[in-house]
């Protein structure tokens, strides 16, 4: 997959630092993947070409990307470059290439961060190991090819559907992180999938 062309987009910041700090990452990141669940309808059937799909704003899913891709570079101990930031969002297409009429979409994040290349194995290790600790299935995984680091880690989340990669990309001190969500509905979640 690669980073569609658009320009980077600065976002405010989805959790005040203080608060993240305060929790740690271990905390917040089962925060962040309970009330994601719910709002992505992990306890809701996704099945059936006419399911609807769960409902969240076009500015809450790219906050809470945003904060998967913190939680990710925190955990493998990275700043990420926020000018790189840049998100796509897409029309939801089905199973059999049919487009609905209400306006469902998709969003695929970027970011990247400079990180040596001698550093990405052991960033995705890192990465790995809290991922799998929070209930996301790894899929792909590698930290060489040929004996050179060149890192690939890709995730699932299995109820919410919504994946996570960080990667060696274009260039030899560069790390892109994606997040991307199953297809969602703009607008506000009913009180009935809000967290309690």
Known sequence: MTNPAGSARRTRRPVPVGLMNKLGPKTAMVAVTVCVTALLGGCVSQDGKDAKPPTMDKKDSQAWARQ???????????????????????????????????????????????????????????IREMLEGRGLDVESYREYVDGKPEALLYARQPASRYLVSASTSGGQDRMLFTVGTPCLLPGTPSASAAPS
């Open 68 to 126: 998967m891709t913190e939680y990710m570079a925190q955990a493998a101990g990275i700043q990420l470059n926020l000018a790189s930031i840049n998100p796509y969002f897409s029309r939801c297409v089905g199973k059999n290439d049919e487009l609905a009429d209400d306006d469902r979409y998709t969003l695929t994040y970027y970011v990247d961060s400079t990180v040596p290349v001698a550093q990405h194995p052991d960033a995705v290790r890192k």
